[in-house]
């Protein structure tokens, strides 16, 4: 087996995206008060007893769904990882956006099928094109759509038009639409958009991670369209074979954090209050970068202006102006930058303008 890393950005994110005093790396929100938690103790009691039972019926009660039909995961990566070892088998053919998540389009090939790309272009807005994806699946024994919703890392938000658009792509090629909703939490709710309420082959994935923070509980889940409820043994069998369950401790807390939402949400009002009109401004009127500014959301994808090696500048940004962005090569788009806003405002405020005067001091020579 080959030792090629299939998930660089993780390597860089553990490693590497923290160095400097002004983090602008981060796509999700800071762990938040530990005090919603209070009151709960250490459970070593079987998961099947009672906290995993209990879990599912809340998201299923949240989700407008059957309890039947969701599945607990470990977090979103693991979610992604069953649907892959459920859906992305040998001869299938997996369409997936770029840029993308490094999972997107590095999971079909791990587990034996063929990944294909279909570009999200910044000039469009960053939409994924239904037609693009008819031509990437076009032909396929049994085609597939692997896609973020938001979009990691731009930020846009498609419709529920979109979406339902998109699903259809894939029923056309025999396969499933996978959506990773992990940022779907930062939109109001009366504009979240769930595939698997929308199209009977699509499936939702989602976590406690971005929105609330709450990363470190590894709670995710699997929400499963009309056509694939009588699955849900195979997609559990999957799940089994890769983790079996989330520990019953944070089963217990993930319980806790959704009866907690409100109040979980708190902080992230704040940086939409206080910090993300600055980054706005930062996006729409740094000459230096072009941006689509997403309506909702933390992150953004700007290109930077004359600038094709983004690892480069990432290093000289961190090493001279002591301030964390993310390359764009990640991301399979070299040239931009993942630019996040979860900070305070003055701490924001700080980072932007180191930012902008590492990008002129690189762009002038100083970094090479």
Known sequence: MSDALHFPYMFWAQRESFRSPYCLSQSGMPSPDPAFLEGLSWDLAPQQADALPALRARLAELFGTDPARVVVTAGTSTAMAVCATRWFTPGARVAHELPCYDPLRTLAPRFGAEAVAV????????????????????????????????????????????????????????????????????????????????????????????????????????????????????????????????????????????????????????????????????????????????????????????????????????????????????????????VGCGLPAESLREGLARLERGIADYCSGGGR
């Open 119 to 338: 570009e999200r272009r910044a000039d469009e807005g960053w939409k994924l094109s239904p037609t693009r994806v008819r031509a990437a699946l076009d032909g396929a024994r049994t085609g597939h759509l692997f896609l973020s919703n938001p979009h990691n890392p731009s930020g846009l938000a498609q419709s529920a038009e979109d979406i339902v658009a998109l699903a259809a792509e894939a029923e056309r090629a025999g396969g499933v639409l996978i959506s990773d909703e992990v940022y779907q939490e930062f939109l109001p709710p009366d504009e979240r958009v769930h595939a698997f309420a929308l199209a009977p082959n699509a499936v939702s994935i989602g976590s406690l991670t971005k929105g609330y923070g709450l990363g470190a509980l590894r709670i995710g889940w699997i929400l499963l369209g009309d056509a694939l409820a009588e699955r849900v043994d195979s997609v559990l069998d999957s799940l089994f074979l890769l983790t079996v369950d989330p520990a019953t401790p944070c089963l217990r807390a993930g319980r806790r954090a959704l009866d907690e939402l409100p109040r979980l949400l708190q902080p992230l009002r704040r940086i939409e209050h206080e910090s993300r009109p600055l980054w706005e401004r930062w996006l729409t009127d740094c000459d230096a970068v072009e941006s689509y500014v997403p309506r909702h959301g933390l992150i953004a994808f700007p290109r930077v202006k004359g600038v094709d090696d983004t690892r480069a500048l990432v290093a000289h940004l961190q090493a001279k102006h002591g301030v964390d962005v993310v390359p764009g090569e990640f991301f399979g788009a070299p040239g931009h930058l993942r």
